[in-house]
């Protein structure tokens, strides 16, 4: 009974933590008042269900439970009671599953206000819809919690002071209000996937979330080929995350990786959503060729490749050509010239990326010196490479890529 | 939702006095005006002259010191404001859009501070 009711528990906090806030920002208007009021029902469910057993519907009790609990409240504290009414009308209604997709949506849109700057609208984001605590998301980011705890209360005063609304916004705004969850989203991917500052070079919890978060999002929104992109970016981005650090916490670039160890799962479910991406986007949808869906394609052709050497490089190149003529930038030019180094020969991508350097966009950006030195490592310049490492390790700030790229120095330094 | 819509921006950018531009750019903020007046969101607002004929005044140690320019001397100036009351702040971003000089400047939303006793 126990150990039921804690398993219920946990499984209720991953389907319905994100529900219930919505569905209470609705009925509430106000997020701090919902998450506060959630989190009670949850600490009584805690009690409760081991006492009593689970109900039926643990997900209706947790609501009701929520919501009494924000009566209580509202009663202590008359600046909202005007709520009162609407809360009193709402409890009598059971939440339809469109509404459910309709408040989480606008849950999502309310954190994602590009009113809030991004570290907060990722902090809320984790917070209000991924439901982690401030300490875990404070670990996660590597600042000390009392920091992250003042970032979510200014963010939440802000939300408040401003008027920023939890709604989903008019079908003009709509491709452009949905980019900038997307950003927020592929911001947690990123940060867990390479982590900019400190040890370890990746974090699965934070990739965890941002696959979480991007799969949901896709399940909101169907129609939308950059949310489709963007869950299959994460996805396939991820299938690779026990082959891309060796025992010692080392990077494993992409062609000595044991492709055996890729996840299947995750490429499957990354193809799905390329493939389920209509062939006609809404018109007020985002584009069909967007650079998340660009990059998740890349990710596709990758993960469909048995071996490196059988990788369809050109089917890469192409898609880059794709990116640069919508308007790419330095950093996609600098993948496509190593795209190019594996179709035409390193002496080909060499030439591209020597261009690029020149023009010095990219002075600060490490993948620009680890390329050039291992093109020029390959083509056994030993000293040209030795020259480019040393570049890298001027502007790397990651302690696993630093060790990595002191131990590729010393192969060509002897 | 009460908030100002305060005006920025460099006092040299857009349409110069006394041409077709100038013309059709204050028909626009007429029009921009009444049409916030028609949808019920305004509540007032002004356009102020220019910087060179502020006056800055502070009092310290009870003596008044008056001097000549605007409190900041920055490129984007403060040029006129707008009072509106709106539903959320999507709906004053969606009127802070329409402004004629959002073009060439920029709009700072402001909420209005509400205080316990005057709801």
Redesign the interface.
């Known amino acids: 009974m126990q150990n039921a009711a804690i398993n219920a528990i946990t499984l209720a906090f991953r389907d319905e933590w994100p529900r219930l806030v919505a569905t209470l920002v609705r009925e509430l208007r106000d997020l701090e008042m919902a998450e506060d009021v959630v989190q009670e029902a949850f600490v009584e469910a805690s009690t409760r269900w081991r006492k009593d057993g689970v109900p039926d519907r643990p997900g209706g009790w947790l609501l009701t439970t929520a919501r009494r609990k924000a009566i209580d409240r509202i009663r202590r504290n008359k ?1 909202f009671d005007d709520r009162l009414p609407a809360l009193a009308e709402a409890a009598k209604v059971e939440p339809q599953p469109e509404m459910l997709i309709d408040d989480q949506m606008a849950l999502l849109f309310g954190c994602c ?1 590009p ?1 809030l700057g991004i570290d907060a609208q990722v902090a809320l984001t984790l917070r209000s819809v991924g439901g982690l605590s401030t300490a875990q998301i404070a670990h996660a980011f590597f600042v000390p919690e009392p920091t992250m705890a003042k970032r979510l209360v200014r963010a939440k005063s802000k939300i408040r ?5 939890f ?1 989903i ?1 008019p079908r003009d ?1 709509l491709a452009d209000r949905l980019e900038a969850v997307c950003g927020v989203i592929y911001a947690v991917f990123t940060e867990g996937h390479v982590s900019s500052h400190g040890r370890t070079l990746l974090r699965g919890d934070l990739c965890d979330e941002a696959v979480w978060l991007a799969e949901t999002l896709a399940e909101l929104t169907p129609d939308d080929p950059e949310v489709r992109g963007l869950a299959a970016l994460c996805l396939l981005t991820d299938s690779r995350r026990n082959a891309r650090v060796d025992g010692n916490g080392q990077p494993v670039l992409l062609a000595d990786q044991d492709r055996q160890r890729w996840d299947r799962d995750k490429i499957d479910r990354g193809l799905a959503h390329l493939i389920s991406a209509p062939a006609r986007p809404s018109r007020n949808s985002n584009d069909r060729n967007g650079p998340y869906r660009q990059q998740a394609m890349i990710a596709a052709v990758h993960s469909s490749a048995a071996t490196f050497a059988a990788t369809d490089w050109a089917a890469i190149v192409s898609i880059y050509d794709q990116m640069i003529s919508a308007g790419g930038n330095p950093v996609v030019e600098l993948n496509r010239a190593a795209a190019i180094a594996e179709r035409d020969g390193a002496a080909a991508g060499l030439d591209l990326l020597e261009e690029l350097d020149a023009r010095g966009d990219l002075d600060h950006y490490l993948y620009l010196h680890s390329a050039k030195a291992e093109l020029h490592r390959r083509l056994g310049n030993r000293r040209a490479a030795a020259s480019a490492y040393e570049n890298a390790l001027v502007v790397c700030d990651n302690d696993a890529e630093r060790t990595w790229l002191l131990g590729r120095l010393a192969t060509v330094s002897t | ?1 009460k ?1 100002a819509l305060l005006l920025y921006s460099d006092q040299a950018a857009g349409p110069a006095w006394d041409t077709p531009e100038m013309a059709a750019e204050m028909q626009h903020w007429f029009s921009y005006t009444a049409e916030l007046a028609e949808a019920g969101a305004m509540l007032g607002g002004e356009a102020l002259d220019p910087t060179e004929t502020a006056t800055n005044v502070q009092v310290r140690n009870g003596k008044t010191i008056t001097a000549d320019g605007p409190f900041a001397e920055t490129k984007e100036a403060l040029g006129g404001f707008y009072l509106i009351d709106v ?4 709906a ?2 969606d009127w802070a859009a329409k402004i004629p000089s959002v073009g060439y400047g920029t709009v700072e ?1 402001r ?1 209005i ?1 509400e205080f ?1 006793d005057q ?1």
């Open positions: 600046r206000h009113a002071a401003a008027g920023i609304p709604t916004p705004r | 939702m908030y539903p959320d702040l999507d004053a971003i939303i909420p501070m316990p709801t």
